[in-house]
């Protein structure tokens, strides 16, 4: 028994492991950038950018960064890799021919080292600071973010931009805001609900990037995986070049960098005009229930908020894409407990709470998803 239990906890490892190694598209990181720069086209100007679990002989971040170092104004980039020999995804590792046709070139380091790579000035004299005059040398230690060699780096910049290893989001997540950082991340949604998480997006600390859990063309977002990568399930793919691709639900950008989509009202209807003309069969002639226990309205989609409810109210996470901090307050989350103890929306909070499901409508009969508790600000 003890055996089997090993033998799953080994899977699940090797299982998250795998999910660690997902690529990211230029064209996802360039479309992503843009949505800043439209809002502020200095966002980025005279900053320092990490790009820490990367890959950067061929990540598509420092690609995208260093082609576009002068258009962004920046001062410095420094792109760090994970040494592969500590990857928990044992893949066939080759270094590229960039790496072994260098005179620095390590076959020792090679795997147990990271590397950083830097730019900021132009060195190959074409007058222009490109990926052309990118510099690199092996780093001391494996390129582990939680290393003291990597925080450093971390302290010296001021926007961390990257795909964190998924296996270690909160953990990345932590590190990036205890050193009171700019940031652009790619997440899952389900993050939304981590308790370490929440309280940064009800504080307004971090928001939804531009794209996030949304489909383009038809497809989520899309990423490359390794070649020894098995491909199972549906969402996936091989692109034109012949590379494994996978997409992914519910993925997108993570940030506190400010863009004009957060800033757009959602527009909404009243609550009767919802009673009356909403398209989903659960608004549509039918009342807006309160839950059992919490003393909000559940409200089972983002577009039917009530423009004149002036309570609080229980919205899907899938809210947090729409939402605009000067339409609305958040106030707390809900699954089977309430996020914050000390809601006063709580109905008998003193209470035991244990069966009190805070999700709960029309006397326990039905249990909502996670929500998000919000009310209007005006
Ligand atoms: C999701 S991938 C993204 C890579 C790259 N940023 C991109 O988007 O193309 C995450 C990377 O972080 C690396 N990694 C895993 N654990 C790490 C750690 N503790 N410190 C630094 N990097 C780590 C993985 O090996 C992987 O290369």
């Not at 200095?42 to 950067?56: A, E, M, Q, S, Y």
Request: with cysteine; glycine share 6%; proline share 4%.
């Amino acid at each position: 028994m003890a055996d089997k239990t090993a033998k799953n906890s080994n899977l699940r490892n090797a299982n998250k492991a795998k999910n660690d190694e997902f690529y990211t598209q230029f064209h996802d990181i360039e479309k992503e950038i843009n949505a800043y720069l439209d809002y502020d086209q200095n966002t980025f100007r005279g900053k320092t950018i990490l790009l820490p679990c990367d890959d950067p002989e061929w990540s598509n971040f420092t690609k995208f960064f260093a082609q576009n170092f002068e258009r962004l104004g920046l001062k410095k980039l420094i792109s760090t890799s994970f040494a592969p020999d500590s990857k928990a995804f044992k893949g066939g590792y080759q270094p590229t021919l960039f790496e072994s046709e260098n005179p620095q070139f390590d076959k020792e380091k090679t795997v147990t080292n990271g590397k950083i790579f830097t730019l900021t000035h132009d060195k190959s004299g074409d007058n222009k600071i490109d990926i052309n005059d990118l510099e690199w040398t092996y780093l001391k230690g494996d390129g582990d973010f939680r290393s003291d060699e990597i925080k450093k780096l971390r302290n010296e910049a001021d926007i961390i931009v990257t795909n964190p290893p998924f296996s270690l989001f909160r953990e990345f997540l932590a590190w990036i805001v205890e050193a009171e950082k700019q940031f652009l991340i790619i997440g899952n949604m389900n993050a939304i609900t981590y308790k370490e998480v929440f309280p940064l997006i009800k504080n307004d600390k971090m928001w939804t990037g531009s794209r996030f859990n949304q489909r383009l063309n038809g497809k989520n977002m899309t990423f490359y995986v390794p070649d020894d990568y098995k491909l199972t399930g549906t969402e996936v793919e091989v692109s034109s070049d012949g590379k494994k691709m996978i997409s992914v639900a519910g993925t997108g950008w993570y940030t506190n960098l400010d863009h004009g989509r957060r800033h757009q009202p959602l527009p909404l209807m009243t609550m009767a005009d919802n009673i009356k003309f909403s398209k989903h069969k659960q608004v549509k002639g039918q009342e807006y229930l309160k839950y059992d226990n919490y003393n909000a309205i559940e409200v089972p989609f983002t577009d039917a908020i009530p423009s004149d409810y002036k309570g609080a109210m229980g919205v899907p996470i899938s809210f947090l894409n729409k939402y605009n901090p000067e339409q609305f307050e958040i106030l707390n989350a809900l699954n089977r407990y309430s996020l914050f103890d000390d809601d006063d929306l709580i109905i008998n909070k003193n209470e035991a709470r244990i069966g009190n499901h805070m999700c709960s409508i029309n006397n326990g009969a039905g249990y909502t998803y996670f929500r998000i508790i919000i009310k209007h600000r005006n």
